[in-house]
């Protein structure tokens, strides 16, 4: 009950404690307020970038490749339009009625299509590329059914496009997406998911200069993931384009000259080392790959066993066959072991050991000397002279001819061929090096392989008496933004220590192997050109003598021929391989007879011939296209 | 009988502190919601709201307070009532079963429950003054009729309408004052039984409240969900930096980063568009509020009117502090709104009567005994 207080009392009583309840409020607000400092003051910049970052999407638009040419400006690679069709989840209200629709006017099957569109569900408003390259009837299709179709979009994009198809196909390469693992290498920096790279061939090595720069478009969004409005637009910018060392002209020619049959061709210029042609057969077509080829097809060109995807020029290793003599040859004059004048009897097989060494014409080839040995390719010659230098004279100048190691060009994977040797026959195989072995080397069989690239290597050096210069691909690059044109300087050529009268003998010879009417290659001879090369024919598999024609083909020798012209001042050199093709004489020859008449533009033998005239440059092609 | 000073006097000042209060609570409403495409976008329902709220001031300052105290007890029991109907036939919304649906009217039992322990501790407290500061016996009775529609409530469960009537019972309790003795007794006693207290309570929570409570502790715990909401008002608080971003400039209210943006997270759309120089100009304009009101409080001619006074300080106090400390993150996310400002009539409607009770308390202080 009440107290004995007056109300007046009992209200002063209070009074103090009411102060207290004003203090702890006070406390509490100056807490906060403090806390808002800490919040606006401290960390204002902290939460308006966190703030920005909420609202701000950041879309890449991708920049257009640089163009590809050939030499002199014919147009090899560029980007054709592509309508790609694009689904926004986000947009679209009723997907269950609105993808099949679409699946059906595109004539794509409703689980594929589903498939496609559920793969990536975290962002509604991402755009999921449901199909590449429409077809124009395509999007008349989906535009007039716009209405119909909310949340389709078509997006005019660029995609990749050689121009030839299958022509210089391992030399041009093809385009692709980044691959995980290649994001995660850190070799790519500017480069984000689903960025186009180059993949294979010249697209890949040189990727960045004609990659360009991607462009951004910062868009406002809200919390669901709308496109309010664009801040700021940055235009990509073109990558360079870039000209190659290559000639299409003769591109074209060396293509349909091994037409069907697979095998290589390339064609090098001995004062530089510029690639003039390269062919690889069985070919792809890049644009299939380019332009996101389905695994179906993959595993198609995978599986083939053609080998389509291995670019016979850098990756094929055969034995050189009879090419290899010219190596030994010169190698015989260097040491001294030989003269010009020295002579040996060919009766058409060698004893050594226990075994005869055929050679492969039955009787012999009778006296022979150097300049002979090499012009009918005696190979009783050249197992004795092989067997006075030894394996390791042999590989020495092997070694020093480009062979037996890659030659550097700026395309991968390519392989170095083997130069056999003493030590390496102890350190692979575990075993002494039989002198027997030898000979076999001495014609080019046996342990040694080489690759055309090589051949066609080491033919240039013989061509240009003496100077290895590294395979160049890239002659100049023009600048996207000021159109200025930059030469690309080509690497230095280095002297190996063969004297100039080793090459003169050995020039001679082999011109003789062409204009000589028991030359091997005799038949391919051109009235309008003069041509030095040497046949040779690599065994598949080791019967003696080789087999011509009576096994199926697929145990046929491959063809070589490599040849350099005009012999009095060589302008390219060429090597030339056919697979189970037979006799380089009568299957690889006449190839590089093609490529060297149409490089150095004379008239092809269905007109009258004329006098050789001045190495015009080559017609080039209907204007470039670019 | 009414102090006619007032009206003449400074209590104008107090009219337009409460209409720059209402004006900001509708300007930042005004702002997330304008481009609203209803008939009646959200701002206009608030200012009709806020008429009401003027309409339930008046009244509620007409009417003597002795008269509305006489019915305290009347009040708390039909409370009791309706918090038990609620409980066993409620409407459910949101998990919680808060409204009583009585044909053409929706009645949150809550609402009704936290002026009727206003009141009734207030009578009580007044009726039974103990001088001297209370004791343990004393306090029996006044906690039990606390406690007793606080555990109902807790039950819906609605925790920061519980809280909320506890703030109450604490001003008064805090004002009264308690036995020096007992205040020891019962701190050291709390602090020992404070780990089995601690169980006790967590055992009772349910797990969307734990959760609160550990994504407080850590919100990028959980950040697109319990912890997206805290997140978001300190980015969007903090990037309003000393100035704000201006009307309309508030990028985290303006495209829906920040939920709830018109009612319990209205502070953060306030701060984000006028940064700290319009938090300072808030708190000082509640502030003076709060000083009205202890004025009152002192002045006031009788216990009851005094106790009245403290505990609705401590209520509008409770729910501006908490809800601004959960906006900036020092608080777990009760959903508690912020008293003039946030879009609701309920809301509206208690507070300005609340306020006209204050003054109704003001106006009678010369009144003469009988």
């Known amino acids: 009950m009440r107290e004995s207080y007056l109300p007046q009392e009992e209200t002063r009583d209070l009074q103090s404690r009411i102060y207290w309840l004003l203090g702890l409020i006070l406390l509490a607000l100056m807490g906060l307020l403090l806390r808002a400092w800490y919040l606006q003051g401290v960390n204002g910049k902290f939460y308006l970038e966190l703030s920005e970052n909420n609202r701000i999407r950041v879309v890449e638009t991708a920049p257009p490749r640089g163009l590809i040419y050939d030499r002199n400006g014919a147009l090899l690679v560029n980007n054709v339009p592509s309508f ?29 299509m589903m498939r496609r569109v559920t793969f990536k569900k975290e962002d509604p ?21 716009g209405l119909d179709l ?16 299958t022509y210089a196909a391992h030399l041009l390469g093809y385009v692709g997406e980044i691959t995980q693992a290649q994001l995660e290498s850190g070799n790519y920096q500017n480069i984000k998911r689903g960025g186009i790279i180059g993949q294979y061939g010249i697209e890949q090595t040189f990727d960045s200069i004609i990659r360009g720069t991607p462009g951004q478009k910062r868009i406002e969004v809200d919390a669901l993931g709308h496109e309010i409005r664009v801040l700021e637009v940055n235009e990509p910018l073109r990558g360079d384009d870039i000209f190659l060392a290559l000639d299409l002209n003769v591109q074209k020619v060396a293509e349909e000259a091994l037409g069907n049959q697979n095998g290589a061709i390339v064609a090098m210029d001995p004062k530089n080392g510029d690639i003039i042609a390269m062919v690889s057969h069985p070919a792809f077509n890049p644009n299939l790959l380019s332009q996101g080829a389905s695994s179906r097809a993959w595993e198609a060109l995978l599986k083939d066993e053609g080998r389509p995807l291995t670019n016979r020029v850098i990756q094929g290793q055969y034995p050189p066959g009879s090419t290899f003599k010219i190596v030994l040859g010169a190698a015989l004059l260097e040491t001294k072991e030989a003269t010009p004048a020295s002579r040996v009897e060919c009766r058409g097989f060698l004893p050594f050991g226990n075994r005869n060494f055929k050679d492969w014409k039955k009787g012999g080839h009778g006296s022979v000397d150097l300049h002979r040995a090499l012009v009918e390719s005696c190979d009783v010659y050249f197992y004795e002279m092989g067997n006075r230098l030894g394996i390791d004279t042999i590989s020495k100048y092997s070694h020093l001819f480009g062979l037996g190691q890659p030659t550097g060009i700026e395309l991968g994977s390519e392989k170095g061929g083997l130069i056999p040797s003493t030590e390496w026959k ?9 002198p027997g072995e030898t000979l076999s080397v001495s014609i080019g069989q046996g342990y040694v392989t080489v690759t055309p690239l090589q051949q066609a290597l080491m033919i240039s050096t013989v061509a240009n008496q003496g100077v290895l210069h590294p395979p160049q691909l890239l002659k100049k690059i023009r600048d996207q933004e000021t159109g200025s044109v930059q030469e690309v300087p080509a690497a230095e050529g280095k002297h190996i220590p063969v004297s100039p009268e080793t090459f003169r003998i050995i020039q001679s010879a082999l011109a003789g192997v062409v204009s000589d009417p028991h030359g091997t290659a005799s038949s391919s001879k051109s009235p309008f050109v003069s041509m030095g090369g040497k046949t040779g024919t690599a065994q598949v598999i080791g019967l003696k003598g080789g087999v011509h024609g009576k096994l199926p083909d697929k145990y046929n020798d491959h063809a070589w021929f490599v040849a350099f012209a005009p012999v009095e001042s060589p302008k390219i050199g060429v090597a030339v391989l056919v697979e189970n093709g037979g006799h380089g004489g009568s299957a690889a020859a006449p190839l590089a007879r093609k490529v060297i008449e149409a490089y150095l533009g004379v008239v092809p033998p269905s007109v009258e011939p004329m006098t050789v005239k001045s190495p015009a440059p080559p017609p080039a092609p209907g204007r470039s296209e670019g | 009988m009414i102090d006619r000073r007032s009206i003449a006097g400074y209590d104008w000042l107090l009219f337009v502190v409460v209409i720059l209060i209402l004006g900001m609570g ?45 019915f305290a007890y009347p009040i708390y029991a039909l409370t009791l009532l309706l918090l038990l109907l609620v409980l066993v036939m409620g409407r459910s919304a949101q998990g919680a079963q808060r409204w009583l649906s009585l044909g053409f009217i929706n009645i949150q039992p809550s609402e009704l429950a936290k002026i009727s322990l206003l009141l009734v501790s207030a009578k009580y407290f007044s009726d039974y003054f103990p001088k001297q500061g209370l004791n343990f016996r004393q306090l029996l009775l006044p906690g039990g009729m606390v406690l007793v529609p606080m555990l109902l409530i807790l039950k819906q469960p609605d925790l920061g309408t519980a809280l909320a009537i506890s703030s109450v019972f604490f001003s008064m309790v805090l004002v009264i004052g308690l036995r020096s003795k007992f205040l020891i007794y019962s701190s050291l006693l709390s ?83 006028w940064g700290f120089a319009g938090i300072v100009v808030l708190f000082l304009l509640f502030f003076f509020l709060i000083l009205w009101g202890i004025e009152i409080a002192y002045k ?71």
């Not at chain 1, 449901?130 to 299709?141: C, H, P, S, Y």
């Not at chain 2, 976008?41 to 008429?51: G, H, N, S, T």
């Not at chain 2, 008293?339 to 006209?356: A, E, I, Q, R």
């Open chain 1, 125 to 145: 408003f991402f755009p999921i590329k449901v199909k590449d390259d429409l077809t124009m009837r395509e999007v008349a299709l989906i535009e007039g059914h």
């Open chain 1, 84 to 112: 790609n069709l694009y689904v926004v989840l986000g947009d679209m209200p009723n997907q269950a009625t609105v993808l099949p629709h679409l699946a059906n006017l595109i004539g794509m099957n409703e689980e594929e």
């Open chain 2, 191 to 273: 602090l020992m039984m404070f780990p089995f207290l601690w169980q006790f309570f967590w055992g009772h929570l349910k797990d969307y409240q734990r959760e609160r409570l550990t994504t407080f502790i850590d919100p990028t715990n959980d950040p697109t969900g319990t912890g997206y909401h805290i997140i978001q008002s300190k980015i969007a608080i903090g990037s309003g930096g000393l100035f704000g971003k201006g009307l309309f400039g508030g990028t985290q209210s303006q495209l829906k980063f920040l939920p709830e943006s018109h009612t319990d997270f209205i502070f953060s759309v306030f701060s984000e568009e």
């Open chain 1, 426 to 434: 102890r350190q692979v195989r575990k075993e002494p090096w039989y």
């Open chain 2, 300 to 370: 006031a001619k009788d216990v009851l009117g005094s106790l009245l006074a403290v505990g609705i300080i401590g209520l509008i106090s409770f729910y501006f502090l908490v809800n601004v400390g959960m906006t900036l993150g020092v608080m777990p996310v009760v959903g508690v709104p912020l008293p003039l400002m946030s879009y609701g009539g309920t809301s509206m409607v208690t507070t300005m009567g609340l306020l006209g009770l204050l003054l109704n308390v003001k106006l009678r202080r010369f009144m003469l005994f009988y």
């Open chain 2, 26 to 70: 509708v300007l930042s409403i005004y702002s997330v919601t304008a481009a609203s495409q209803a008939r009646t976008p959200l701002y206009v329902k608030q200012i009709y709201w806020i008429i009401l709220g003027w309409i339930v001031f008046l009244v509620m300052a007409w009417v003597d307070y002795h008269e509305i105290a006489r």
């Open chain 1, 150 to 165: 909310p949340g389709v979009k078509i997006e005019a994009e660029f995609k990749r496009n050689a121009i030839y198809g």
